[in-house]
Each structure stands twice: as C-alpha cells, then as structure tokens.
C-alpha cells in the first residue's frame, strides 16, 4: 500500500486514530482545537485523495474555502475514524465503504455547487432572499499554492476564534 507525505506536515493517518473519534462541531471549537482539527482533517483529506485516487471534481484543492465542503469531508473522517477504531465491529470498514460512495455523489454536487475547480476557485456563491442585503463574496482567483493558502486560512480561522474567545473572557470578568 502507498502511502503519501508531504515535507515536516503530514504525520500519517496511523496517529489520528490514537484518539477516540468523536463528531466535530466547527461552530464550537476553541481555538486550539479548531487548529488541530484543521491540520488533522487536512492530513487525511489529502491520504483520502492520494489512496483512491480522487479527483478534484470530489475533492478540489481549495476545499478548506468551502464550508459545505468541510462539513461533509469531516463527517466522513469522522465516520472513518470509528469503523477503524480498535473498538469498531470487523464489519465496520464495509459500511464507511458503503457510505463513501454516496459521500462521493455529495461531494461532486457540492463541487459543481461552489465551483472550485483544479486551477481556480471562487467563493461559494449565495442566494439572497428578498428583504436580505446581499454580500460581496469577491471573484475566482488562480491557485498557485494549495499548502500555502491551507496555512493561512486556518491562521485565519484561528486567530477569529482566539479574537472571540478574548471578548469572551473580557465580558465574563468585566
């Protein structure tokens, strides 16, 4: 069996297994975990691509820009992670294979939903609803970097739930 690493970031799906799989709500997660949960799901997004051969029309690289992207790929890790926990039924794997067809199916309509594509992405574009302002998303641009722009969105990411945990402390104690 192949495996894939990329340079001082990939530390092998084997370690995310040494923990028990629990389902990951990203609207709650502090920001420490937020980071880890990044880096963790990143680590086997890109094992999952690599060891079935996925295209980017299931898993583009700029899938960490799309929510709806992120909310299936890591329900999926996490199903994943319980059917090969030691604590798994034997029979388990045969039913996230199950699944992972029909995740498959989800995620080539989400793809052709946001529009993100090998080359170039775009945000996720959003229906306005009358009486509601509509939002500037901004237009497509080029990927050049995928690692890099991983990087700094999950900074990104980070650095808002660091933001909202401090305003949080400061209410509490003030």
Not at 8 to 21: F, Q, S
Not at 38 to 62: C, F, M, Q, R
Not at 106 to 135: F, I, M, N, S, Y
Request: glycine share 6%.
């Amino acid at each position: 069996m192949g495996t894939y690493e990329e340079p001082n970031d990939y530390r092998g799906v084997a370690d995310l297994l040494e923990r028990p799989p629990e389902s990951i709500n990203w609207n709650l997660l502090g920001s420490e975990d937020a980071d880890r949960e990044w880096h963790d799901l990143d680590a086997w997004v890109t094992w999952l691509k690599v060891t079935y051969g996925l295209p980017p029309s299931i898993v583009p690289p700029y899938w960490h820009r799309h929510d709806e992207l992120v909310w299936e790929l890591s329900a999926l890790h996490t199903h994943w992670l319980s059917c090969y926990h030691e604590s798994a039924s034997p029979s388990a794997p045969i039913a996230w294979m199950r699944d992972f067809a029909d995740a498959r199916h989800r995620l080539r309509d989400w793809v052709a939903t946001c529009g993100t594509r090998l080359d170039r992405d775009r945000p996720t574009r959003q229906t306005v609803w009358p009486g509601e302002k509509g939002v500037e998303l901004g237009g497509e641009v080029s990927i050049a970097d995928r690692r890099q722009d991983f990087e700094e969105a999950v900074r990104a990411d980070v650095l808002r739930r660091k933001t909202a945990e401090a305003m949080a402390n400061r209410a509490l104690l003030g």
